[in-house]
């Protein structure tokens, strides 16, 4: 069975304060994933990554997957209350039938 | 395009009932997805469609039925309603086609309690 597993998962923080998120398995994926959901909506996709060693940028957001493709990271730089929700990361196994792995999410709270 | 919509947006049953979780996309995806997830939790997914007529289990099946008649909807339903089963539930729906990678549309969710 593959997992994803996400740490840590409750970050509360200042606002102005830098995070790191981290998702780790020990199964290659062949694109990872990264959502963020707010309290009482489904979940948005922010980002896929699919190249070993990826970086991506989104404003203040930074994401990355691993060399191996087994693990990624989401940096957010001078976090603010906006950013303020539940972050997912998921993983595409390959498996041709569109399903994706989540891990358990990371609860943000940016206070201001 | 109001791209993926769930009906109810809350329900509460009590233990035995049953009740249908409705599911519609106007994206024209073929494929479409039942998740639950409990607080704190990440999606666990439940049932998944390929196709109209074309359905199969996830994770976490037992207690769920799923059917698929049609490209737009695909209902989740629960036929004797128990505690371990309030949870939110989300549909999701998707194109492999092309290079969209696999990113998933959700729809609301369906909160549930049962008592």
């Known amino acids: 069975t593959q997992l994803l597993e996400q740490s840590p998962q409750f970050l509360s923080i200042q606002e102005g304060e830098n995070l790191t998120v981290y998702c780790n398995s020990s199964s290659v994926f062949s694109s990872l994933q990264w959502y963020r959901q707010e309290p009482g909506e489904g979940p948005v996709l922010l980002v896929t990554?699919?190249?070993?060693?990826e970086v991506k940028k989104l404003k203040r957001l930074t994401f990355q997957f691993g060399d191996a493709r087994k693990d990624s990271s989401l940096h957010i730089t001078a976090a603010q209350p906006g950013d303020t929700g539940l972050y997912l990361c998921?993983?595409?196994?390959?498996?041709?039938?569109?399903?994706?792995?989540f891990g358990q999410g990371t609860t943000l709270q940016v206070k201001p | 395009n109001a791209g993926v919509t769930q009906t109810p947006k809350f329900r509460i049953l009590k233990i035995g009932q049953s009740m249908t979780l409705q599911c519609t996309q106007d994206?024209?995806?073929?494929?479409m997805y039942w998740y639950r997830q409990d607080p704190g939790m990440g999606l666990k997914l439940i049932y998944y469609?390929?196709?109209?007529?074309?359905?199969d289990k996830g994770e976490v099946p037992n207690g769920y039925n799923v059917s698929r008649s049609t490209t737009e909807d695909f209902p989740l339903r629960l036929e004797l309603a128990a505690p371990s089963q309030t949870s939110v539930y989300f549909c999701a729906s998707n194109e492999l086609a092309g290079v969209t990678y696999n990113e998933q549309f959700f729809g609301p969710g369906t909160r549930l309690t049962v008592l």
């Open positions: 469609s390929v196709g109209a007529g074309i359905t």
């Open positions: 994206m024209n995806h073929n494929y």
């Open positions: 990554v699919v190249t070993g060693g």
């Open positions: 998921a993983g595409d196994p390959s498996s041709n039938t569109g399903k994706l792995i």
